[in-house]
C-alpha cells in the first residue's frame, strides 16, 4: 500500500514539475525571441523554481495511502513513469497555461488600458 502510494505521488509530482518547467522555459525563451528581453529574469526563474518545489513536495509528502490502492493491479517493471495519459495532462495544461501568460504578456498592457479607459468616462 505504502509502496503504491509512493509511486502514485511520484507520478503527480513529476507531471506539476514537469508542467511548470516546460512553460517556464517556454515563456523565457519565446518571450526573449520576441521581445529581445526575458519577461522572466534568472532571480525570478529561481523563485517559481523555489515555489513550486515546496508545493508539490508537500503535495508528495502528505498524501496518505488508502486501501483503495490495493485493489488495482501493481504497474510492470517495464512501464514508463511517465504515462501517455501523463504526458496528455502535461502538454494540456502547458498548453493552457501558456495561452494564459502570453495574452497578460503580448495583449495585457491593451487590456489594461481599455478597462482603465472605462473607468475614466464614469
Known amino acids: ?10 507520478s503527480k509530482f513529476l ?7 516546460v512553460v517556464a522555459v517556454i515563456v523565457a525563451f519565446t518571450g526573449a525571441c520576441i521581445t529581445q528581453d526575458s519577461p522572466l529574469k534568472a532571480v525570478q526563474m529561481l523563485w517559481v523554481n523555489l515555489i ?13 495511502p488508502t486501501e ?7 504497474y510492470g517493471r517495464n512501464k514508463p513513469l511517465i504515462s501517455r495519459t501523463m504526458m ?3 502538454l494540456g495544461h502547458a498548453v493552457y497555461q501558456l495561452t494564459l501568460i502570453f495574452t497578460l504578456l503580448f495583449v495585457g498592457e491593451k487590456l489594461g488600458q481599455t478597462r482603465c479607459s472605462a473607468h475614466q468616462r464614469l
Open 1 to 10: 500500500m505504502w509502496g503504491r502510494n509512493v509511486y502514485d505521488s511520484i
Open 15 to 21: 507531471q506539476f514539475q514537469l508542467t511548470v518547467n
Open 52 to 64: 513550486m518545489d515546496t508545493f508539490a513536495s508537500l503535495a508528495l509528502a502528505t498524501e496518505p
Open 68 to 74: 483503495a490502492l490495493l485493489l488495482r493491479k501493481p
Open 88 to 90: 496528455k495532462n502535461i
